[in-house]
């Protein structure tokens, strides 16, 4: 934790985050199909999801920029279960993400839904299979049918509103000036966080992908936004595969599954109960820090 103060960390922290603010973008094009797509293999198949069950294998990724970044991760997320990735900043868990669209692909080891190599499958098919919800919601120019639409351009507007309507959006979007015609973006209405955040996750919702990524925001709503926020991801989550950057203790401790990650490796895994037991174990220690009242 001290090394935080570190002014020279702090500054390569910065442009870590300036970096991932543009990947955050790119990954959301690249997830609305939207993104040019990278050639695929020759004889390459579409994907076949049953169970949605992602596993990674001896997976080990660097960047271009040199650094060694995930060590041989060996993970499961079940079918229609969370699982959540904890640990501290710069472990690797964006990375881990980042990797399930092939937004970049593993320097070794392989990442397999439902038995299938997803570096063998065709890039369209495995993205019409996952929806993303960042960290920071983007909206593009446009109005708010249109950016919830961005999630699935096919989709009609009874799905439209639909997706709205679970993702607890649909009332604040009506009291809006043109209710969902009303323009967002640079130009138009100013929303909220929350509401910015409902409408992102609307957006994934519409696109009824059976696999969501989802890096929860740290950054604090006030109460009602956050409530209204939580049972939009609820829906999200809800009947899905769910692999999520948790930043929440109430999503960690909800996860069927918590991956527990340091250094680019995978240190712990279990349930809440099981690894809050391990005293000396990095999640206890971690879970401590958090604790509003240790006194420290
Ligand atoms: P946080 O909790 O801060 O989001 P994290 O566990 O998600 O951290 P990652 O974002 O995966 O960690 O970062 C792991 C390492 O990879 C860090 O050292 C970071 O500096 C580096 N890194 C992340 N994104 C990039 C990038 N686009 N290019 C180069 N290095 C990167």
Known sequence: ???????????????????????????????????????????????????ARIELRGVSFSYASGDTILRGVDLVAAGGKTTALVGPSGA????????????YDPSEGSILIDGQDISEVTKASLRRHLAYVSQQPYLFEGT????????????????????????????FILAQPFGYETPVGENGVTLSGGQRQRLSIARALVRKAPILLLDEATSAL???????????LESAMSGRT??????????????DKIIVMHEGRVVEEGTHETLAQHQDGLYARLNNLQAPDTGA
């Open 1 to 51: 934790l001290l090394l935080a103060y570190d002014p020279a960390r702090r500054l390569a922290r910065l442009q870590v985050q300036m970096e991932r603010a543009v990947v955050n973008a790119r990954m959301i094009y690249a997830l609305l199909d939207q993104a040019p797509l990278q050639r695929d293999k020759p004889g390459a198949k579409d994907l076949v999801v049953t169970e």
């Open 242 to 255: 769910v692999l999520v950057i948790a930043h929440r203790l109430s999503t960690v401790v909800n996860a």
């Open 92 to 103: 690797g868990k964006s990375t881990i993400i980042s990797l399930i669209p092939r937004f």
């Open 144 to 171: 708010i049918r249109d950016n919830i639409r961005y999630g699935r351009p096919e989709a009609t507007d009874t799905e439209v509103e639909e997706a709205a309507r679970l993702a607890h959006a649909h009332d």
């Open 222 to 232: 006030d109460n009602e936004s956050e409530a209204a926020v939580q049972k939009a």
